[in-house]
């Protein structure tokens, strides 16, 4: 069975763990160098950073634009953080925030708009800064899906500040953890006094505890090993279901801790990889576009400049009604539920969609599927993906 992720963990990254030193600054202002900011500050993990942002900068009782294709704990932090999270239509050709839509979405209420680089894909910044105009509207970039090697990332930054997630499935893997990055030194000097008064540092049992995970992890990345507990863990995914990890409580008091150590050593020897996993992210990407054009009722992934090809979502007619998802399975590859992200179809998230119509993102909901694309895939598995692909489609050219 070939997950839809399988962390891609070797023998250097353990070696990493152990060595000496501190290496939480050093993380910060390298990633913040990558996506060209000055500052950087780690937290648990993304929307900890975004949640710690908003209530740093004195946001509350104001209204959050998100893409309507998001990660639900993004809405969930704008809760927490006393906000109502308002959704803005997604286009179906890239999975990004339409601009057209977020420019409606913008009321007397509105204190931040958040672009999501989603599934790999640029969101277009700029035209979204332009088009509001408002400087008392802050631009948060989402780069949870989306990171590059330094001379790959253009454009760089472009809000007033952003969030990075380094957990499963990010382009870069800590276990947990998240960054936020600015420019402006005001910002950086607000969030870092946040941090000190209500984030601490965590308890040796903590820090244990993701060591393990780590460990776990880098046990499970062989791939029997991992295809075994994937085939027996499950059957393939809901399309009503929400991801628990994600809708689950954000808006509870309190922080959880920072990063450990080990998580700042780990992600430095991640960067040092990070050329090497893109490239076979984008070679892998292509081998797919290539495989599966003139599918009936599929339409591969959109090559894109400037892609960072960390999810290949495809758009698959009749998704549902066909069993596509199920064959997939039943030809031994799970696939991603990407639908679980179009939060105006959601129990949880229906009340904040005030009636609004989302075609781009009701499209998204339908018809997409995530087709396993984590660096590290054998030779033998690409053409089992594209041969499972093939049959599930209904189609054995």
């Not at 954000?250 to 990889?273: I, M, N, V, Y």
Request: hydrophobic share 40%; with cysteine; glycine share 8%.
């Amino acid at each position: 069975m070939i997950p839809f992720y399988r962390p891609y963990f070797d023998s250097s990254d353990i070696l990493a763990l152990v060595r000496p030193g501190l290496a939480a600054s050093s993380f910060e202002s390298s990633l913040a160098d990558i996506v060209g900011t000055r500052f950087g500050l780690l937290f648990s993990d993304g929307r900890v950073a975004f949640r710690a942002g908003l209530e740093s900068l004195g946001i509350a009782g104001s209204e959050v634009v998100l893409p309507a294709c998001t990660c639900p704990s993004m809405a969930n932090a704008v809760i927490a953080s006393g906000n109502k999270p308002v959704f803005a239509d997604v286009s179906a050709e890239n999975f990004c925030i339409n601009p057209d839509s977020a420019e409606k979405s913008l009321t007397s209420k509105t204190r931040v708009v958040v672009p999501t680089h989603m599934l790999g894909y640029q969101a277009d910044v700029r035209s979204i800064r332009s088009r509001i105009g408002d400087p008392k509207i802050l631009i948060v970039e989402d780069f949870a899906q989306f990171l590059l090697p330094k001379e790959q990332m253009n454009p760089i930054f472009s809000g007033d500040f952003g969030i990075m997630s380094f957990s499963r499935g990010k382009p870069i893997n800590t276990i947990s953890g998240g960054l936020l990055v600015t420019n402006s030194e005001e910002i950086y000097e607000k969030v870092l006094a946040f941090r000190r008064r209500h984030i601490g540092s965590p308890s040796l049992g903590v820090s244990g505890k993701k060591l393990a995970w780590m460990m776990g992890s880098y046990v499970f990345k062989n791939r029997w090993i991992y295809s075994f507990w994937q085939k027996f863990s499950g059957s393939a995914p809901g399309v009503s279901r929400i991801l628990g990890s994600h809708s689950s409580n954000l808006r509870s008091a309190g922080f959880p801790p920072s990063p450990a150590e080990f998580q700042a050593r780990l992600g430095l020897h991640q960067l040092s990889k990070l050329k090497k996993m893109s490239e076979m992210r984008a070679d892998w990407a292509l081998k797919l576009d290539e495989s599966l054009q003139g599918l009936p009722g599929l339409r591969p992934a959109p090559i894109l400049a400037g892609a960072s090809f960390v999810r290949y979502p495809v758009l698959v007619t009749d998704r549902d009604k066909t069993g596509f998802c199920e064959a997939m399975r039943a030809n031994g590859v799970i696939v991603g539920n990407t639908w679980n992200y179009c939060l105006p179809y959601s129990a949880a998230f229906q009340s904040y969609s005030d009636g609004r119509e989302y075609p781009g993102t009701e499209k998204v909901y339908r018809k997409a599927v995530e087709i396993p694309a984590f660096p590290g895939l054998t030779e033998r598995e690409k053409r089992q993906i594209v041969s499972a692909v093939k049959r599930s489609i209904g189609s054995r050219n």
